[in-house]
T-cell receptor
Framework: EAQVTQNPRYLITVTGKKLTVTCSQN?????MSWYRQDPGLGLRQIYY???????DKGDVPEGYKVSRKEKRNFPLILESPSPNQTSLYFC???????????FGSGTRLTVV | QKEVEQDPGPLSVPEGAIVSLNCTYS??????FMWYRQYSRKGPELLMY????GNKEDGRFTAQVDKSSKYISLFIRDSQPSDSATYLC???????????FGKGTRLSVIA
């Protein structure tokens, strides 16, 4: 089944403890992206990648890092999480010439 | 001004009603327009996609883009309780640019 897989689905962590949210897609898509979704603010892009080793900042990149060493994987790294990073995170991917993203099921992150 | 404005609702309609969901956008360079549906605790799923102005129909759903007024619409005919979800409009100028989303409209269809 074609899909974007995120792990974990739920995560509670403490301020300052480094964490990684993994994202993997099995559709050989070139484009991958991370969004966060907050009530009243909607979906906001954190980082995106147009291909392996090519990443760029979205609207809200502060406090996040990404890497794209392989085409299928696009992990989101929070080196020192803070409570304002408590949010619902989505990974998404699409292929060249197809403008609709396929989204993962989301990761609910709580930083206390 | 936000790039894409969308009334958050909530919108509540009886089963069988015609639903109209709308967005406005500010950047005339936007050419690709999408509607996503998001059920509770799920990721958004692509519902409709249109390029430039015009209408596109898929079953009970019709997407409409009016570039002259920078207005995007989604119509749902014969709405069903299973249509209850949040609907997000999204757009971007070209394939190499990030998507810009509206904040979403929460729809409830009451049986």
């Amino acid at each position: 089944e074609a899909q974007v897989t995120q792990n974990p689905r739920y995560l509670i962590t403490v301020t300052g403890k480094k964490l990684t949210v993994t994202c993997s897609q099995n559709m050989n898509h070139e484009y991958m992206s991370w969004y966060r979704q907050d009530p009243g603010l909607g979906l906001r892009q954190i980082y995106y990648s147009m291909n392996v080793e090519v990443t760029d900042k979205g609207d809200v990149p502060e406090g996040y890092k990404v890497s794209r060493k392989e085409k299928r994987n696009f992990p989101l790294i929070l080196e020192s999480p803070s409570p304002n990073q408590t949010s619902l995170y989505f990974c998404a991917s699409r292929t060249t010439g197809d403008y609709g993203y396929t989204f993962g099921s989301g990761t609910r992150l709580t930083v206390v | 001004q936000k790039e894409v404005e969308q009334d958050p609702g909530p919108l509540s309609v009886p089963e069988g009603a015609i639903v109209s969901l709308n967005c406005t956008y500010s950047n005339s360079a936007f050419q690709y327009f999408m509607w996503y549906r998001q059920y509770s605790r799920k990721g958004p799923e692509l519902l409709m996609y249109t390029y430039s102005s015009g209408n596109k129909e898929d079953g009970r759903f019709t997407a409409q883009v009016d570039k002259s007024s920078k207005y995007i619409s989604l119509f749902i005919r014969d709405s069903q309780p299973s249509d209850s979800a949040t609907y997000l409009c999204a757009t971007h100028p070209s394939g190499n640019t990030p998507l810009v989303f509206g904040k979403g409209t929460r729809l409830s269809v009451i049986a």
